[in-house]
């Protein structure tokens, strides 16, 4: 058990809609990333939050948004959903930003979207 | 971007055989991390190198960060079943000042290991 928690781990929705995946931190770690991974695909890098501002942002569609609270605990939202979209999305999480021991990532479990 | 090229895209071994797999990058990296990832689940980190040279062990694991700081070898000794996956290098650039902590992936090995 990596410690960052995501929920739901399924979510099956239908084209145009609009889901939200959660996400919790390790404890003490304050920055938070998000991972996009399709079936032929490695793993794209979407966004970076660190203690709740944006700090780096990857290939992320303008569809697409996060945020991360007060509590460090982030969300991903995916708007106007397209079959394309259908994918894994992992979370990971960090102690901080500067040095390698520092920035390495711990990721959760995922949770599998299937747009129908 | 950076990219981080890994190789080979796939490996068919046989139980008790020996693996080795590498990532090469045209940039420099100051940190280095191994990743295995099992179907449906995250990444779980196998191995991290912090240092040029470095070699470290974990298991039948070996890891080295190359001297060039451009490069990466992953070694797996005596295969075993449950060593099938998608192991993955990831590297954390080395941007000469605060780094804002973005890894970059290779593209993945996917191991078969036949009993």
């Known amino acids: 058990d990596s410690g960052v928690t995501q929920t739901p781990k399924h979510l099956i929705t239908a084209t145009g809609q609009r889901v939200t995946l959660r996400c919790s931190p390790r404890?003490?770690?304050?920055?938070v990333y998000w991972y996009q991974q399709s079936l032929d695909q490695g793993l794209q890098f979407l966004i970076q939050?660190?203690?709740?501002?944006?700090?780096a942002k990857g290939n992320i569609l303008e569809r697409f948004s996060a945020q991360q609270f007060p509590d460090l605990h982030s969300e991903l939202n995916l708007s106007s959903l397209e079959l394309g979209d259908s994918a894994l999305y992992f979370c990971?999480?960090?102690?901080?930003?500067?040095?390698?021991?520092?920035?390495?990532?711990?990721f959760g479990a995922g949770t599998r979207l299937s747009v129908l | 971007g950076q990219q981080l090229n890994q190789s080979p895209q796939s490996m068919f071994i046989q139980e008790g055989e020996d693996v080795s797999m590498n990532c090469t990058s045209s940039?420099?990296?100051?940190?280095w991390l191994w990743y295995k990832q099992d179907p449906g689940e995250g990444p779980v980190l196998l191995i991290a190198?912090?240092?040029?040279?470095e070699l470290t062990s974990n298991g039948r694991l070996t890891a080295q960060f190359g001297i060039t700081r451009k490069d990466s070898f992953l070694n797996i000794s005596a295969s075993i079943p449950s060593d099938v996956g998608i192991y993955f290098c990831?590297?954390?650039?080395?941007?000469?000042?605060?780094?804002?902590?973005?890894?970059?992936f290779g593209q993945g090995t996917i191991l078969t290991v036949h009993p």
């Open positions: 404890s003490g770690d304050l920055s």
């Open positions: 990971a999480s960090s102690v901080g930003l500067t040095s390698g021991r520092e920035n390495i990532q711990y």
């Open positions: 940039s420099i990296f100051n940190t």
């Open positions: 990831a590297g954390l650039p080395l941007t000469g000042g605060t780094s804002y902590g973005k890894l970059t």
């Open positions: 939050y660190y203690n709740g501002e944006e700090r």
């Open positions: 190198l912090y240092k040029a040279g």
